[in-house]
């Protein structure tokens, strides 16, 4: 009988991880179970950095971004002899579930304890959402909006000088974040890696929109592309002995797109994954990840998830096309 949980928080933070442990905890408390929170990712297993989470350690951090379990990249657990190590660590504590909350390299860790025998459940935390299988990970909504109050504000700028922002924002391999904050923000150009950028189309609908109207135009820049300032040579390499017209200003947003208090979505969101983790373990349940389909909540296979490339939804490239967002040319799916 499951008597003791584990969580931990693993790869980059997200806003919402903290709504997620505390769900685990309370949940895990209500069925009369104990939560340990294991510090530093999979790192504060071999450390034996355990923190039994009771009312006091929960209550104020709903509100709280980042994560107070803190996070790592633990190298000693890509190894088989440190995984064991990890899993004989954890029965000598006593923990026979384990949360684990974060992106696609936590999961994987996760998968690889459910393989050893571990009970385990993953919770989505990663602001790129690039999880297949889950409509949104935690943290998503968070850094969307971010993203979106700053472009806001580097566009009262862009007005004043009728310059050309380029904002370059995260997503490492997905350009959700890049594609949904252009359409929210009332971009022109979004460059993302899941489509093949068109400088010369770039180029067009910027010289024609500054010639006519004489306004400011803005570029939302997926990171997984290239660093802004490659973009920026690329746009002024093929604009040549024609200029680019205007100037061109870059913005790299950075790490201020990880922080800040959790939105509404977030909060409920990480609570909902949370509980159902918890009770997903206490019913026997190991190896899948909480996702959230169509408003409801759902487990789904790590094996179904992992490894796959999630893709932009096909609404949302429509929605894109209809608003006259520049975002380049399909790349057929791998």
């Known amino acids: 009988m499951l008597t003791t949980i584990g969580v931990l928080t693993s790869g980059g933070d997200s806003p919402g991880m903290n709504p997620a442990i505390l769900a685990v905890a309370r949940t895990a408390q209500s069925k009369g179970v104990h939560t340990v929170g294991i510090r530093n990712g999979y790192d504060g297993i071999f450390t034996g950095d355990f923190l039994r989470l ?3 350690a929960m209550s104020t951090i709903l509100e709280r971004g980042g994560t107070i379990l803190q996070s790592s990249r633990c190298k000693k657990f890509y190894s088989e002899e440190g995984r064991e190590q990890a899993l004989k660590i954890l029965r000598e504590a006593g923990i026979g579930g384990l949360v684990v909350i974060g992106g696609d390299g936590s999961l994987t860790g996760a998968r690889f304890l ?14 790129d959402n690039d999880l297949y299988g889950s409509d949104m990970c935690v943290g998503v909504d968070t850094a969307a909006n971010t993203i979106m109050q700053l472009v806001d504000k ?3 700028t862009a007005r004043s000088h009728r310059r050309c922002f380029l904002v370059e924002v995260m997503g490492r391999g997905s350009g959700y974040l ?9 971009a022109q150009v979004a460059v993302i890696p899941e489509y093949r950028v068109n ?4 180029l067009h609908l910027l010289r024609e929109r500054y010639e006519k109207t004489k306004e400011s135009s ?3 820049l997926a990171e997984g592309v290239c660093p802004a300032g490659e973009f920026i040579r690329r746009l002024e390499e093929e604009a040549g002995d024609s200029s680019l017209l205007q100037e061109v200003r870059t913005t790299v947003l950075g790490h201020v ?3 800040g208090a959790p939105t509404h979505f977030d909060r409920l969101l990480a609570c909902r994954m949370g509980e159902l983790a918890v009770n997903a373990l206490l019913q026997g349940e190991s ?15 790590l094996n179904d998830v992992l490894g796959r490339k999630r893709h932009p939804a096909p609404e949302i490239i429509r929605l894109a096309r209809h608003l006259q967002i520049e975002f380049g040319d399909v790349v057929e799916p791998s």
């Open 54 to 56: 009771g009312d006091r």
């Open 114 to 127: 459910h393989q050893m025998g571990m009970p385990v459940i993953g919770i989505p935390g990663s602001i």
């Open 154 to 156: 580097i566009k009262d």
């Open 178 to 186: 890049a594609l949904t904050t252009a359409i929210s923000s009332g």
């Open 199 to 202: 400088i010369p189309r770039i």
């Open 218 to 220: 803005t570029i939302i």
């Open 257 to 259: 797109q990880r922080g």
């Open 287 to 301: 190896g899948s990840v909480t996702t959230l389909n169509k408003g409801r909540m759902a487990l789904k296979d």
